[in-house]
Structure formats: structure tokens, C-alpha cells
């Protein structure tokens, strides 16, 4: 290869490049796949790896035993798999680059970056600024959760004496010692809601796991509960509140998983306001943490180190920066250009395609076209008419490959891959829920966008022969075996990854409309926290006594009352300053929907040119900072959960 050749080629990355960077994957552990012609007993992986030669397979050693579940990748899945290996081998992406060790985390390094994160720096640093809301944050955790920080905090502490160093981290029993501000009432709920007690909880049990205390039948695994947090479903099910698990069927055939009616509705990623999201984030941590520690599985977190890119406009830039260029040039764009266009391409003309996304294109004709891309891209001078359909799908796949991190980040990658330890697909999903909310917003929204577009490949199965087998065995590679990473496992550890990563896709690609919800639990633990940071304000502005304030409040508390009072007599008032309406008396039924308050508004303002998918009816104030509400949201039942909310509607943020 020539000098400029290796110039172009070379990227510094911060990947995991050590063995003990993989978690082990038990083929027993598997859950969720199934081929069409699944076989069992054994067979030679190296007859697998026949069409990737070149990969370096060695001959004469042992054959690999076959999983026997129907989580294993057949014969064909894994040459497919392999096929796709040895494509990104020979692409010449991967070549000639410099692999960066990752920094291993010091002892109690890693405690002390957990709780900065979940926003508890508090507890090891006095200096921290956010003593108020971290204590705040404690009294709205689950036991579970609670259990997640004592761990980490007892972890921390045990560190830093061994260290014999001075430390001022509180004893775990005082962490979550009742605030004596508080009430007794609230003091006996918060008691109660930590032992798992309570009797919201066990009615909520009721419908998720264990036995239906009305029906005095098993939940089946087809059922999700989002309203008791996933940590605690872990915990019935491990001290034996078992539920009844549905045998996966074969091929795509996936259990369609539903969630029961919440007439307050779902919430999903983007529906909430940037403070409710921080809150939000923090909770997640906390909760997959707990899940992950309830089921028995150690988690070891890596730090991405600050790595060297080389020079380049679209290939082999961060996430970041991709997203500021195009910002620049479309506002509010969440996803890079350039991975829309490679999508609408294929969209447009390509999804009949067989093989679409299987069949590589010619190596030298993609080279020349990222080349190209490169230069003519951004000034709108690149022919898309004559990308042929391979050619676009394998340069999306390098897109992806080229990222100098992982789209599902350094920091969790070993997370998702450690999804199919859990005991069950459900909690499979929920650990998966998790983590989609934990991964930054640009690297989420990609994510999403991406498994949108497989879903579209899917739909066209009959004509382009492509099903959620044939899609997650091909693109597992391309998100999971990040750049450095194949070379230092072992080839037991890369049949692990082959049949373990391809089912994550699979579940991320089949249950998307689920993986992007946040769950009520979190949201309820939201509103928890906003509710007691108002009162602090509110006690605050009592002791301050200021004549214009209180004046002030008092006529936000008449306005308020007033709203409620309407409430009361039968109707909300709705606004919707956007479009010039200052009011609008809609009257309240037990079956008014939000859908039916922006039907109403249209049909009033006939002069507007707006559709109604373009609106959203918001619930503002009270104990939300601002969320966009389902269509399928009853009214009356959020007002009880937030009655001093105020609706407002306005475009809705795609």
C-alpha cells in the first residue's frame, strides 16, 4: 500500500482491545434467536468460517459444540456473518490503524465516575454543588436503587481505607436516613416504597410480575410492566415469584411483548424537557445498575480516551462533529446528513433490492465514492442518481464502522453485550430499554434512525430476501466489532459474539417502538423529585417574606385554584399561544383523549395550515417541567396525577 494510502487509513482509536474486555457469553445464556434450519449436536465452526479464509481460521482445532436452544445462529447465519468479517477485512478500512489501550479504571476510580454521573457527588465530595438535588434524588429511589449507591458507596469507602485516606463519605445507613424536615406520613411511604411494600407496588405487581392478585393466574412473558421499576421485578422473580415464559418461536417469530393501556400515557424519548431528561438520565443509571446487580451480573465500566482523527469531512468523524456541520447548514438536525441521504437512497430505490443489505458492493467502486462524498457531499454536486443500491448500502455499513466511537458508545458497549446474560427476554428488554436511554442523545437518535430503516428493509422481505435474521447477523458486526477489538479475542469468544451480538440487533430491531419508552416508573420518580423541589422553593420564598413575591404568588395560587376550580366544574382550559388563541374551554369527561382536544382546536382555527401529526398538546407545570402527551392520554386521569398542570399546544419537536 502506498504511502498516501496509509496516511488516509490511519485513525488513532480508544476501543476495547484486551480480552478481558469481553464479557463471556454462555451459549445457554442465549435467549430470543432461532434459524430456519436450526440444527443441533456438533458441528465445525470451521466449515463456517470456509468462505472467510482469509480471517486466519486455523485448521485441525477442536469443533466448537452447537447451542443447543434456539438462540444459536445456524449453519448459514454464521457463514453469513463470517462473509461479512472477512468484507470488512478486505475493505481496507480496518487496516493499518493504531489501536490506543483503554485506561484501566483504578480501584474506586470507577465508584467515584458512577456517582458523579448519577449526580450523588455528594456523597464522597462536600464540595460537590449539588447537595440539595442529590438528596432530593435519594428520596425518590426504589430499595433496589438504594441498594445500587450503598454499594457503590460502601465500595468507595472500603477503597479509600485501604488507601488510608481521609475521607468524609457518610455512613449508607445515614444516606437514606429520613430527612428531618419531613413528614412522618412521608417518611412511613418512602419506608414502605424502599421494602417493596407498598401497597401501589403490589397492586402494580398485580400486573406485572408474580401472580394476579384478581385473576390469581401467572403473568405471561408477553406482558411489560413500565410501572413498577425493573430492579424490583428482577427481585420477585429471583426469590421466586416466577413468572410463565413463552418458548421463542422459530425464525423472526419474536413473543410480541405488549404493554397494558396507562391512560396517563407513554412517554417517549424526546417528549420531555431537557431538565426532566437530566433527572431522567440519572434514574436510568441508578436502575440499570440495580438490575444488573439484582441479577448477578458484574458490569465493568471503560473510559474513552481522547483520541487523535484523522482529517476528513464525513468518514471517521465523531458523532458531534458531524452533527455541528450539518447544523450549520439545516438547524435542529438529529441525525448527520449524510446517513439520511445513504438511507433515503436505499429507501427510494433500493429496498427491493435482494441482498440489500448481504451483497457488498465492488471494494474499488466504494473507495471511489467515499472519495467523492468527501468532496462533493456538503456542496450538494454529488450524483446520486448513479450510486447503485450495493454500492449505497455498503458505504452506510463503513459509515457506521468508520465512527472513532462505537455507536453504542465505549462506556456501555460491554453493557449491551452483557444484555443476554439476563435470566429472561424480558428482562433482556428492559436491561436493553435502559441502556438506549443512557446512550447520548446523537448516538440515540442514529441508533433509532437506523433501526428504522432495517425495519423498512424487513417489510420487503418477500422481494429482497432479507428477514430480522438475515438483517441483525449482517449489521451485528458493523456496530459491535469496533476497531481493534476483533484481533485480540479469541475465536471461542468471536462465536460467542457472533450469535450473542446478532440477537441484541434482533431485539433492538423487533421491539424499537418499545426500546425508546421511558418508563412510567422513571417518570413517577421525576415527578417525585420536581413536587419536593417546589416545596423547597415554596418554603424558601416564605422565609424570604418579601411583600412583591408574595403578592405574586398569591395571585399564581388564586390563578391556580382557579384552574382548578374549572377542572372541577366540568372543563380545562386550553391555550395555545403559537397560533395566536388565547383560551380554549374544552368540557372534561372521563374519555376525553388529547387527541380529542387538538381535534377540537383545528376545527376551530379552520385558517390554520397545519396538520394535526405537526401538533401536540403539552402538559406544562406542576410537577413536569413540559411533556408532549400521547393522543391516547386521558385527560381527567392525568389531571389527578398533576393537577396543577397547564395545557398548552404547540408543534410538536420531531
Known amino acids: 500500500m502506498s504511502g498516501q494510502q496509509d496516511e488516509q487509513s490511519v485513525v488513532l482509536t480508544a476501543y476495547i482491545s484486551n480480552s478481558e474486555a469481553l464479557p463471556a457469553i454462555n451459549c445457554k445464556e442465549q435467549a430470543g434467536f432461532s434459524g430456519p434450519s436450526r440444527k443441533s449436536g456438533q458441528y465445525n465452526v470451521q466449515k463456517c468460517r470456509a468462505p472467510a479464509a482469509a480471517l486466519g481460521s486455523s485448521l485441525g482445532k477442536a469443533p466448537y459444540q452447537h447451542c443447543g ?19 470488512i477485512q478486505h475493505s481496507g478500512d480496518a487496516e493499518h490503524q ?11 476510580e470507577q465508584e467515584e465516575a458512577w456517582l458523579m454521573e448519577a449526580g450523588l457527588a455528594t456523597l464522597f465530595d462536600e464540595s460537590a454543588s449539588d447537595g440539595e438535588d442529590s438528596m432530593v434524588l435519594l428520596s425518590s429511589l426504589t430499595r433496589t436503587q438504594a441498594a445500587a449507591v450503598e454499594r457503590r458507596v460502601e465500595t468507595l469507602k472500603q477503597t479509600l481505607r485501604k488507601r488510608n485516606k481521609p475521607y468524609s463519605i457518610p455512613d449508607v445507613r445515614e444516606i437514606f436516613k429520613p430527612s428531618p424536615s419531613s413528614d412522618s406520613k412521608e417518611h412511613e411511604v418512602e419506608s414502605t416504597e424502599r421494602s417493596g411494600s407498598s401497597n401501589a407496588e403490589v397492586k402494580a ?3 406485572g410480575v408474580g401472580p394476579d392478585a384478581q385473576g390469581g393466574g401467572a403473568e405471561t412473558e408477553t406482558d411489560i410492566n413500565l410501572e413498577v421499576s425493573f430492579s424490583e421485578q428482577a427481585l420477585m422473580f429471583k426469590e421466586g415469584l416466577k413468572v410463565t415464559e413463552l418458548q421463542s418461536e422459530a425464525d423472526d417469530r419474536l413473543p410480541d411483548f405488549k404493554v397494558s393501556q396507562d391512560k396517563t400515557g407513554q412517554t417517549r424519548v424526546g417528549d420531555l424537557s ?12 441508578i436502575e440499570m445498575s440495580a438490575l444488573f446487580d439484582t441479577c448477578g451480573i458484574e458490569l465493568k465500566a471503560h473510559k474513552a480516551l481522547k483520541i487523535k482523527v484523522r482529517e476528513s469531512v464525513l468518514f471517521g468523524v465523531p458523532l458531534s462533529t458531524l452533527l455541528e456541520q450539518d447544523h450549520r447548514r439545516v438547524p435542529g438536525t438529529r441525525v448527520p446528513l449524510i446517513l439520511q441521504h445513504l438511507v433515503s437512497h436505499i429507501q427510494e430505490q433500493g429496498l427491493d433490492t435482494e441482498g440489500v443489505l448481504r451483497i457488498p458492493g465492488a471494494a474499488t467502486r466504494v473507495k471511489a465514492v467515499c472519495q467523492e462524498l468527501e468532496h462533493k457531499f456538503y456542496d450538494g454536486m454529488f450524483p446520486w442518481e448513479s450510486l447503485k443500491q450495493h454500492d449505497a448500502a455498503s458505504i452506510l455499513k463503513l459509515f457506521i464502522r468508520e465512527l ?49 430503516f432495517f425495519q423498512r428493509v424487513i417489510d420487503h422481505k418477500d422481494k429482497n430476501k432479507m428477514t430480522l435474521n438475515n438483517v441483525a447477523v449482517v449489521m451485528a458486526p458493523n456496530l459491535f466489532m469496533c476497531k481493534g477489538f476483533r484481533n485480540k479475542i479469541s475465536e471461542q469468544q468471536e462465536f460467542a459474539m457472533a450469535t450473542g451480538t446478532a440477537n441484541i440487533v434482533r431485539l433492538l430491531i423487533r421491539y424499537q417502538n418499545l426500546l425508546w419508552t421511558i418508563p412510567k416508573f422513571i417518570l413517577n420518580q421525576v415527578r417525585k423529585q420536581n413536587t419536593e423541589n417546589q416545596r423547597k422553593m415554596n418554603r424558601d420564598r416564605a422565609v424570604k417574606k418579601l411583600l412583591k413575591k408574595m403578592a405574586y404568588d398569591r395571585e399564581r395560587t388564586s390563578d391556580k385554584q382557579e384552574k382548578n376550580s374549572e377542572a372541577e366544574g366540568g372543563f380545562i382550559r386550553v391555550q395555545a399561544p403559537q397560533f395566536s388563541m388565547v383560551s380554549m374551554a374544552v368540557q372534561l369527561t372521563e374519555d376525553l383523549k388529547a387527541l380529542d382536544v ?32 400521547d393522543e391516547e392520554t386521558y385527560i381527567k386521569a392525568l389531571l389527578e396525577l398533576n393537577p396543577t398542570a397547564e395545557w398548552i399546544i404547540k408543534s410538536a419537536q420531531h
Not at 98 to 108: F, N, P, R, S, W
Not at 274 to 285: N, P, Q
Open 69 to 87: 436452544s434456539q438462540d444459536s445462529l445456524d449453519e448459514q447465519a454464521m457463514v453469513d456473518y463470517y462473509k461479512e468479517l472477512e468484507i
Open 98 to 108: 493504531e489501536e490506543v489501550q483503554l485506561k484501566v479504571a483504578d480501584e474506586g
Open 205 to 207: 405487581l398485580g400486573n
Open 274 to 285: 431537557s431538565e426532566d431528561m437530566k433527572k431522567v438520565r440519572r434514574l436510568v443509571l
Open 404 to 452: 472513532p466511537y462505537p455507536l453504542l458508545t465505549v462506556e456501555y458497549l460491554n453493557a449491551f453485550i452483557s444484555v443476554l446474560k439476563m435470566p429472561t427476554k424480558k428482562q433482556q428488554l428492559q436491561a436493553l430499554n435502559l441502556l438506549v436511554l443512557l446512550l447520548p442523545e446523537p448516538n440515540r437518535d442514529t441508533l433509532k434512525a437506523l433501526m428504522e
Open 598 to 629: 387538538l381535534t377540537r382546536f383545528l376545527s376551530q382555527e379552520r385558517c390554520l395550515s397545519v396538520k394535526r401529526e405537526d401538533l401536540c398538546l403539552y402538559e406544562m407545570g406542576g410537577n413536569i417541567k413540559e411533556r408532549c402527551l
